[in-house]
């Protein structure tokens, strides 16, 4: 099959790969309807994270189920499924919990951008969509696969709820996502930190009812001018660096909570701060699995619609400029189709 | 008056210091009728924090009401009180999210350790006992100035529920009332860590199911059998070191809370490990008047009985002698009278 590698920080290539097997009878293969760019696609292409020349890359995507493994009961050829990034068996102690991010058996999408991709634990992890959805569905569908679970992990692990104001950094798809989830679990007010217009425009359609342009600590000054001096009750933690992290645990009101989704490069935590403010940190990645039932619903009805944060679209082919455009802040999110 | 003060490290001394003396209509003066060392008053004894030679030391009593000015209408001269270690107007927006310990007008007891103690907003912080209380109560009623709110802030912070597995980490007085805390939440197992035969005890009065007597790496190992590998709902970190809160981070299970309310001392957060696990962490100075209704109430109708962590009881004068007690581990708390 075709699908998009890396070889090193900038270098994209749309390539022949050896085609997934199945070698275990939990694993499946589907066909790629739909993938995309994950922001944390961008820390290898940014040469932040190790980078093994030749391998694939792209976690998130929906598509067409091709062949199961004989242990594998609910999916068979044909069906239409979303592909949680993060595999798991939801059957350990850890998914029993909720936590399918933290299985025992865990394994991720690993060709999202490609024709084809492997399953792990496919059982546990794909979810089906009833008859074959519409083409104008197929994003927002592709959201649920990463972006949207992990914007709502964000919101849930800083505690949103109804009539409460919540505070996202981070503009990127997931911070979006996370302004999206936030107005869905209630929050009165939702002060988004972005300096984009279209972002911003993306906020507002979300739910949005604040956009601060500043950063940094001007950005907390302002939050804090705006909450009258008192912070937020929720930060949603959407990007993982340093400074966003003191930010967002600046701009929580005494005894708030951050939850965090940006996986951390560099972040040290100033635990005394924490300590005295008496505010909470949690978060990680998404449990993708267990909030999909929820999050399809909504989606399918028309409650939301997430796809919203895909502003270009290209053949996969083309996924090289699709990283282009994001690393350049040209696009908000890829959606790739084959 | 006379009150305890410290000079150096190792050095408590109780001597002629000046009479506390009203200075805003918000203040009160209270006539200590017991007092108590606490685990926190360590850290400068042992040189592990700054000291200013002479200063008075203690924050922790309960007494009678001496003398009240004018702004304070709910309390008068007799009253018998509950003194909060942190004091808290109780109106600001921060004291009406229940977190009274990050008041706007935050004040501490500082001479909680002798005859008379001064207290800021005392219309907001003081909370009254009717009547008389028997001497049998008193060392209970004193738990509730710090120790035990305290130790409630830590399983509250953690997420204790009913049903759910926690572990204590910190057999001081703090984490004996996180037991304490816990059982009264409602967790249906829980595990103390410790290696002291009277604290194992007060640990099982309190409600401990089980006690893990290894630390560090091996004591984390043995909760993992205990747990069939899954590890801990909640954990309760009541130490402030570095090897305490990675113990607790360790021993709690994948989307599980650790509650902290060790002042941090030498503490790295490993963020990763914490983004990995999903593992939330919060806690800080407790609010202590914001538990203290449901509190109080539960030591007046005798459903808890925190008093049993004071097992030596000195006259005020001998304060020295208590601080090394509590030093060298020959005490677990030392209750002192005028």
Redesign the interface.
């Given at each position: 099959m075709h699908a998009a590698t890396i070889h090193a920080a900038g270098d994209i290539r749309w390539q022949e790969v050896p085609d997934p097997k199945i070698t275990k009878d939990t694993e499946a293969i589907v066909k790629v309807v739909a993938g995309c760019i994950c922001g944390s696609d961008l820390w290898p292409y940014r040469g932040e994270n190790p980078i093994t020349a030749g391998d694939t890359i792209g976690h998130e995507c929906v598509g067409i189920v091709e062949e199961v493994g004989g242990a594998v009961r609910s999916f068979r050829p044909g069906d239409f499924v979303i592909v949680p990034f993060c595999h798991s068996d939801n059957t350990c102690?850890?998914c029993r919990?909720?936590?399918t991010?933290?299985c025992e058996n865990l394994g991720f999408t690993t060709s999202g951008q490609g024709e084809y991709t492997l399953v792990h634990e496919a059982e546990g992890s794909l979810v089906k969509v009833d008859g074959t959805p519409d083409a104008g569905l197929i994003p927002s569908l592709l959201a649920l696969s990463d972006v949207m679970p992990t914007g709502w992990h964000a919101a849930v692990?800083a505690g949103v709820t109804p009539g409460s104001t919540a505070v996202v950094v981070g503009d990127g798809a997931v911070g979006l996502c996370g302004v999206l989830a936030a107005s869905r679990l209630g929050a009165e007010r939702i002060i988004a930190m972005s300096r984009h217009e279209p972002r911003q425009e993306i906020a507002r359609a979300f739910g949005a009812t604040d956009i601060v342009v500043e950063r940094g600590k001007e950005g907390a000054a302002r939050i804090a001018d705006m909450t009258?001096?008192?912070g937020a009750d929720s930060v949603l933690e959407c990007v993982g660096t340093d400074q966003s992290m003191k930010t967002a645990l600046k701009v929580a009101?005494?005894?708030g909570?951050v939850g965090?989704v940006g996986?951390?490069h560099g972040?040290?935590?100033p635990?005394?701060t924490?300590?005295?403010?008496?505010?909470?940190?949690?978060?990680?990645?998404a449990?993708v699995r267990a909030y999909l039932p929820e999050l399809l619903e909504l989606v399918t009805s028309g409650a939301i619609n997430p796809g919203l944060v895909f502003d270009l679209t290209l053949s996969m082919p083309d996924v090289a400029e699709g990283y282009r455009a994001m690393d350049e802040r040209r696009a908000v999110k890829v959606l790739l189709q084959p």
């Open positions: 102690a850890h919990h909720g936590f991010s933290v692990a009258d001096g008192v009101r005494p005894g909570n965090f996986v951390p972040v040290e935590l635990i005394r924490m300590f005295q403010r008496n505010v909470g940190l949690r978060g990680g990645m449990p």
